[in-house]
């Protein structure tokens, strides 16, 4: 398996320019931000990636931390791996989870959790924000995550990767051993960068909400 903890200079973030939860005026200091790339044929087969991120207030950087799978016995590897990240977020008091669309990875890792009697359930111990549905429920349409970010200005280094060349490549993964062993090193290094973008700009989202969707609206 491929792990990558990395720490990105971001600018800090404020407070006032950030989406407001409730009567919480500081969710970032208590939330981690999420994405998982994966394999689904009829159900869940595997995590390709997890990858997810958190602000660390006295360095001023992210956090981010990924596993990527290379072959078929890192499948319950990395969901051993994330319930031990969750639960160190946990302690380090983090309640929120920030994603885009997340249901859709919710589902995967929780159906994954219980097929391999892992004992973790994300929604049991987070509150979820999902950043297409606060965005749909602001603007009232619909939107996706690369769209959403041309409208907050971010530009991705290494361009977009589609969800099924995903797939297809976690796909060999699982299924041939070796495969791992003949895929270029920069296409292992386009993967983990283009889920680490994924993550990055949900905390870049989340920390200019409020200051672009006055924006969009007026």
Not at 115 to 123: E, L, P, S
Not at 174 to 181: F, Q, T
Not at 198 to 207: K, Q
Request: net charge positive; hydrophobic share 35%.
């Amino acid at each position: 398996m491929i792990e990558r903890i990395n720490d990105i200079g971001v600018e800090k973030p404020s407070v006032e320019n950030s989406l407001k939860v409730g009567d919480n005026k500081c969710v970032i200091k208590d939330a981690v931000f999420f994405d998982l790339e994966h394999y689904i044929y009829k159900k869940p087969i595997c995590v390709g990636v997890f990858g997810s991120c958190f602000y660390d207030y006295k360095n001023e950087k992210l956090k981010v931390t990924q596993y990527m799978i290379e072959n078929k016995k890192d499948v319950k590897s990395i969901l051993k791996l994330s319930k031990q990240y969750f639960k160190n977020m946990i302690e380090k008091g983090k309640r929120y989870i920030v994603t885009f669309s997340g249901n859709n990875d919710f589902t995967v890792i929780n159906y994954l959790f219980k097929k391999y009697n892992i004992g973790f359930n994300v929604q049991d111990y987070f509150i979820s924000i999902d950043l297409q549905k606060q965005y749909e429920n602001e603007i009232h349409k619909s939107i996706g995550l690369k769209a959403l970010e041309k409208e907050f200005g971010i530009t991705r280094e290494n361009g977009i990767i589609s969800g099924s060349n995903l797939a297809k490549t976690f796909s060999k993964i699982v299924k041939d051993s070796e495969y791992i062993n003949r895929m270029p090193n920069v296409k292992k290094q386009r993967i983990l960068l283009y889920n680490e973008q994924d993550v990055v700009s949900l905390f870049d989202i989340y920390t200019k909400w409020n200051k672009q969707t006055h924006y969009i609206l007026f």
